[in-house]
């Protein structure tokens, strides 16, 4: 069994992988965490923007931690280099780190549009604590935020910005906002919403170049219409932190392909996270996932694998949640099946939308909105997620779905959707409290 782990990145993904080590070995290993950045969690970010956290309470471990977890740590390092003949990892500063096995967990970066002037002053990413410094720097009530690209990080950082008193406008140069996360009809609601909620939103508009303007920024478009901002915001994209593994032996598709151990093609590296090109849950094929879920569950099954269990992973179900002016947004599983039965429905005046996917009589993907305040979509939003990520069969309940997209609880409670989701654990056995760790489990 390996008696010394290495892991590479100490995000959401290392650091489950840390702690499912810890919990499972049967004896005590030693492990070495690289990380460039301390361990935080990205995706609490917009909580810190908009100040209702503490800059403290994005960390996820502690100096304190680490140590109660003997965990040797090379933090504020990067790792350049990886031998996976003599199974030593090179850091930017030069130290050699020897390991048994090794979990790569080194996550994505915010890419920003290749325009002239993206890069200049005024110009933020948001993807980093350092960039969510800067913005936070930045915004202040009265002051124009343009956020370019509408995806779903621009969308997560959408109320903080409104929140502390900016005016916002968005441009994205897809025909309709949240391309990758709903389809035309939910996004013509959601683009209404934020209208009616004061934000300015501008689809299929490309960005040419931004330009310094007495201390503020013009934004050129190619179709005119140029916008002076205070601030700018590139929401334009991520990219997998894996430029540092060329040369090596690992095999690298769209993300580093793993088995269902999360094994990558050489044996004793791991790889889980943003960067992991692992199972889909309802197609059965190899994917990357760049969300928080699927970090957190490669890192439970790699690190049980790493303490020597025998885990294989079902596969993660892409789950695509926001909330926006107090609408709640979500999509599940394959939502934009092209192949996939369907129904939907609109409420046009609340608003409220549904889209069912179906793949025979198991629900494999969904589209839900609905007002925050209305206690049956908030409730939908769960039920849906379990009937697409539980694959239940919904025998005479799917007709009724079809005709009645709206009506989601008496489907789900006859199928026993609960129960099948219930005695299901990542690692496979029951669940453990988390005890004092702040590691989500
Ligand atoms: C603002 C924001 C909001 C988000 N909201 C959501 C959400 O609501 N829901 C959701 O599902 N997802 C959300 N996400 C995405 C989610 O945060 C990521 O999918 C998740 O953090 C991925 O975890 P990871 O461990 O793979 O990578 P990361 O958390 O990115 O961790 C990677 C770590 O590796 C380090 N690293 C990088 N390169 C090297 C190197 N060469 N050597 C050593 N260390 C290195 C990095 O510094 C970092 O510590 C959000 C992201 C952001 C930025």
């Known amino acids: 069994m390996a008696r010394r782990h290495l ?54 471990a502690t100096a304190r931690v680490l140590a109660d977890w003997g965990v040797a740590t090379h933090l504020g390092k990067r790792a350049t280099a990886l ?30 549009a ?3 002037g993206a890069d200049g002053p005024g110009v933020h990413s948001f993807w980093t604590l ?28 959408l109320n903080s910005i409104l929140s502390l008193g900016a005016k916002l406008t968005i441009v994205e140069v897809a025909p309709r906002i949240l ?69 090596s032996e690992v095999k690298i598709n769209q993300g580093i392909v793993v088995d269902d151990h999360l094994r990558s093609s050489v044996p004793n590296v791991y790889a889980a996270g943003d960067v992991a090109e ?16 699927t970090a957190q569950e490669h890192g439970r099954v790699v690190g049980a ?19 926006v002016c107090h609408l709640d947004v979500a999509s599940f599983g394959a939502w934009d099946d092209a192949k996939a039965e369907t129904a939907s429905g609109v409420k046009a005046d609340r608003p409220a939308y549904r889209k069912l996917l179906w793949r025979g009589d198991r629900l494999t993907g969904a589209i839900i909105l609905g007002p925050s305040s209305d206690i049956w979509t908030t409730n939908d939003v769960g039920m849906l997620k379990g009937l697409v990520q539980s694959g239940v069969s919904l025998g005479p309940w799917k007709a009724h779905l079809k005709k009645n ?36 489990v």
């Open 7 to 60: 892991i590479i990145g100490g995000g959401t993904a290392g650091m489950n992988a840390i702690r499912t080590i810890r919990e499972e070995e049967t004896e005590r290993s030693t492990i070495t965490l690289v990380s460039a950045e301390k361990p935080y969690s990205r995706m609490v970010l917009p909580y810190y923007l908009d100040r209702s956290i503490a800059e403290s309470h994005v960390f996820t």
């Open 83 to 112: 031998d996976t003949k003599a199974n030593v990892c090179t850091l930017d500063d030069g130290t050699a780190v020897e390991y048994d096995d090794c979990l790569i967990a080194t996550g994505s970066s915010a890419v920003r």
């Open 114 to 116: 290749p325009v002239p």
């Open 130 to 157: 350092d960039q969510a410094r800067g913005v936070l720097a930045q915004i202040q009530p009265g002051r124009h935020v343009v956020m370019v690209g509408a995806g779903f990080i621009a969308f997560t950082i």
């Open 179 to 247: 391309p990758r996360m709903i389809d035309d009809t939910g996004a013509g609601l959601v683009q209404g919403w934020l209208e009616k909620n004061g934000v300015a939103v501008r689809t299929g508009a490309k960005l040419t170049r931004i330009d310094e303007a007495k201390g503020r920024r013009r934004l050129k478009m190619a179709a005119g219409g140029d916008l002076t901002a205070d601030v700018v915001i590139m929401a334009t994209g991520i990219r997998t932190n894996l430029a540092w593994l060329n040369g």
């Open 278 to 293: 692992g199972r889909d849950l309802i197609s059965q094929t190899n994917a990357v996932h760049a969300i928080e879920p």
């Open 305 to 323: 694998n790493m303490a020597g269990k025998d885990v294989g992973y079902r596969g993660s179900l892409i789950i695509n949640l926001v909330e």
């Open 405 to 440: 997209p709206f009506d989601i609880k008496p489907a789900f409670i006859a199928t026993k959707t609960t129960s099948s989701l219930l005695p299901e654990t990542i690692l496979g056995r029951p669940s453990k409290a988390p005890g004092e760790s702040p590691v989500a």
